[in-house]
């Protein structure tokens, strides 16, 4: 190949991966002073603002006030808002006091209505929320304003649901659907979320069916600038991950569409989820997506969303959704196997395909994907070990991530360079043979076990359209072989960075992995380009200088802070109280509680609290005892029935609280109400670690259990309840935490910690 045309296809290939990244979102431009019909980012952006002024968890101060911004808006809008109150405990076991903000627009028809969805609480108990979910409570008032200003009236009713103490387990959904009555009259739900403070808003579906009916719905609303793949939405439902969407399709049968962006994974649910950290870009694409889907969903009829068939779907630049019915996987795959032995027996035939030359392709092919794999695999465990501060970022996903998937991705790419450098007397054609087989038998198996990936033989067949030109020209056109590899780096390239970023730096193997898979997509040309040892070397040294960047940007700073966690633990039982913390390396502010050589927390009894990801106390000291009121007890009924021991109890909080968790051992519960709810058999028969359940308080609210077990065995409650007011406790004099640290999301922190054991038989 000429050096002319090598660098010209190289410019081109990158080029189109730069576009597969920027054509996904539309640019941000100041639009404050667009007329007021119109949706405007700036706008949506003032609510951002003043929602996330401060931390505003439930039972927090900030929390009654984001409440009563909303509803001033909602009524300033000419809306008639209403508040519905009750407990609930959802699935996890974690009641709370929720209180959901409701409006309804009437339509001039009689169909089911459309739901419009976003949570106002943040997650306890230092995140700002300004994403998670400001962003979605902003983009929904925005564009309902802007609807109105319209002067357009819907044919359907329009709902819409601010929920509360989604964070805490979906609470605020749970109570809608199963106690509100409008909850009947949702035909379809717009969930608006996210997961980061960045990046493309990717729509993720929520169906007990099949889902072409809200697939082909979504196409026919017109967004213009889709994000989505029936493989994510595939993997989604597989994850634990749970939206408040998620109780309308499991309670009410509900279909539903999620919105959600999770770049900048680092900012979720910590005290960096600010206004300022919020990509304008981002907001503007959710509200890209709620524009037009208010206006379609508003007047188009919903009693025809639910479908027994499924879609296959992808987005392309250009092309927006490109969807079709999974009935097509079988014949499309039977196709490219018929046209892939038609194509070697025309190589063979004509002596471009050579079977000795074949087998040989199998050896470079198979030694990336083993030495990218491996390469992918250690990546993490190593990384941490060369850096143990990543520990403490829960998410899984450092500052310095995208510097770390771009070097796993420029390294993958050099060994697969310098790999078929090595085999540069083996004839073009014969090199595509295996990666295509590969491709088919790794398709055929994604058909059966994941059939959401079936787009993934797209590049493949511009792949075998590649080796069809190679055996019908020796010398093909390289401008037409890299055409035809654009398809593969438009749907693959953003794979790349979205399983680490989504599932954490864990999935590094699949950087590399998907990489390796794009080279191989591509070696129609690639298989052509002369020096291919020098684009490895440049693979490598770009691996070199990525892995420097993240080096030299791994220190914690003011705009990258370290999370910390710092708690009082007090033992009531034994009189003792200790110094705890989360963090795996201790910073200098922790330490000066914890001491030079800090203890395990096994030495003290001390046991796991519940969190997002199962995490424990790694360090604690002893500390001085303060007399901190403990929480009063008050037995109200203690009695056996037919052999059912009956107990009823209140826990009353004698000081200021935010937390209250209850761990239930020995005697096995046949029933539990807690402040009236009901916790459901199932949850009772397979909560973990014994814990019964963790009320998040509400204007210091006791907490009231009735309890039923067999007569005669024990029962053990062990009571955790916490304040999370250490920083400014009249007891203790902790000084404020350096710039370059924050507090830890996902688990308890800052807080004053009494533990409390109850025996009873």
């Not at 309804?104 to 943040?122: E, N």
């Not at 072989?481 to 193997?509: S, T």
């Not at 109280?577 to 001491?595: C, I, K, M, N, R």
Request: glycine content about 10%; proline content about 7%.
């Amino acid at each position: 190949m000429k050096p002319t045309a090598t660098v010209l296809c190289l410019l081109l290939l990158l080029a189109a991966t730069f576009w597969a990244f920027e054509s996904a979102t539309p640019r941000y431009h100041e639009d404050a002073d667009v007329p007021a019909a119109e949706f405007s980012t700036d706008r949506a952006m003032e609510h951002v603002v003043a929602i996330a002024r401060k931390p505003h968890g439930v039972g927090f101060p900030g929390h009654d006030d984001v409440r009563e911004y909303l509803v001033r808006t909602l009524r300033g809008m000419g809306l008639e808002p209403e508040l519905q109150e009750g407990y609930t405990a959802g699935d996890w076991g974690n009641l709370s006091k929720a209180v959901n903000i409701l409006a309804r627009i009437p339509g001039t028809g009689s169909g089911k209505a459309l739901l419009l969805l976003s949570h106002y609480d943040s997650s306890p108990h230092s995140s700002f929320g300004a994403s998670d979910a400001g962003s979605g409570v902003a983009v929904i008032l925005e564009a309902v304003r802007a609807y109105r200003e319209s002067g357009e009236q819907p044919a359907n009713d329009i709902i819409l649901l601010f929920s509360d103490a989604e964070e805490l387990g979906l609470n605020g959904a749970d109570l809608f659907v199963n106690q509100h009555p409008w909850a009947q009259d949702v035909g379809l739900v717009l969930n608006f979320e996210a997961r980061g403070s960045g990046g493309p808003g990717y729509m993720l579906l929520e169906t007990n069916g099949g889902n072409s009916g809200l697939v082909d719905a979504f196409v026919a609303a017109g967004a213009e600038y889709p994000v989505a793949n029936s493989l994510a939405y595939s993997i989604y439902k597989m994850l634990p991950n749970d939206t408040d969407l998620t109780v309308f399709r499991e309670d009410g049968d509900i279909e539903g569409m999620n919105f959600a962006f999770i770049d900048d994974h680092f900012d979720y649910h910590t005290a960096l989820d600010t206004p300022e950290r919020l990509d304008l870009r981002t907001l503007a694409h959710q509200g890209s997506y709620l524009v037009p889907l208010l206006e379609h969903f508003s007047q188009a009829s919903l009693d025809g969303l639910k479908s027994g068939e499924d879609s296959v779907y992808f987005n392309l630049p250009f092309f927006g959704l490109v969807t079709y019915p999974f009935r097509w996987i079988w014949p499309i795959f039977g196709l490219a196997v018929l046209g892939f032995l038609l194509v070697c027996a025309i190589g063979l035939r004509n002596g471009q395909l050579h079977g000795r030359g074949i087998l040989k392709g199998f050896a470079p092919l198979f030694a990336c994907l083993i030495l990218n794999g491996a390469a992918g695999y250690f990546a993490w465990p190593l990384l941490k070990t060369l850096y143990p501060g990543y520990g403490d970022i829960l998410q899984g996903f450092p500052y310095n991530g995208y510097l770390y998937i771009a070097a796993w991705a420029a390294l993958a790419a050099g060994i697969c360079f310098l790999v078929y450098s090595r085999f540069r007397k083996l004839p073009p054609a014969d090199t595509l043979v295996a990666p295509l087989l590969l491709w088919l038998v790794l398709c055929g198996v994604l058909n059966i076990y994941l059939p959401g990936a079936a787009f993934f033989l797209i590049p493949g067949i511009a792949l075998l359209m590649a080796l069809l030109i190679s055996c019908l020209k020796e010398s093909p056109n390289p401008y037409v072989l890299c055409l035809l590899g654009i398809p593969a780096l438009w749907i693959f390239a953003p794979f790349v960075k979205m399983f680490p970023v989504g599932l954490g730096m864990k999935m590094l193997i699949a950087a590399s992995l998907m990489t390796t898979f794009l080279f191989l997509l591509l070696l129609g040309l690639l298989a052509r380009l002369p020096n291919k040892a020098r684009l490895g070397g440049l693979g490598l040294l770009l691996f070199a200088g990525f892995l420097a960047g993240a080096h030299f940007s791994s220190r914690y700073t003011p705009e990258n802070p370290k999370p910390t966690s710092l708690l009082y633990v007090g033992q009531t039982d034994t009189q003792q109280a200790f110094w705890a913390t989360y963090e795996q390396v201790p910073s200098d502010w922790t330490q000066a509680y914890l001491g030079p050589e800090p203890e395990r927390p096994e030495t003290a009894g001390l046991h796991t609290l519940s969190s997002k990801y199962n995490s424990g106390f790694t360090f604690i000291r002893e500390a001085s005892r303060k007399p901190i009121p403990e929480p009063a007890v008050e037995i109200l009924t203690d009695t056996l029935i037919g052999g059912r021991h009956h107990l009823v109890l209140e826990i009353i909080p004698q000081r200021d609280i935010n937390r209250l968790e209850v761990f239930a051992t020995g005697a096995e519960l046949s029933a539990a109400r807690v402040n009236g709810v009901e916790l459901s058999e199932d949850y009772l028969d397979r909560r973990r670690g014994g814990k019964l359940v963790t009320h998040y308080v509400s204007d210091n609210a006791p907490t009231r259990l009735d309890l039923e077990f067999p007569a005669g065995e024990a029962l053990e409650l062990t009571l955790y309840e916490a304040s999370n007011d250490l920083l400014d406790n009249p007891w203790f004099s902790i000084p404020p935490r350096p710039a370059e640290t924050i507090p830890m999301p996902f688990i308890l922190n800052d807080a004053v910690l009494l533990i409390k054991s109850l025996h009873f038989e």
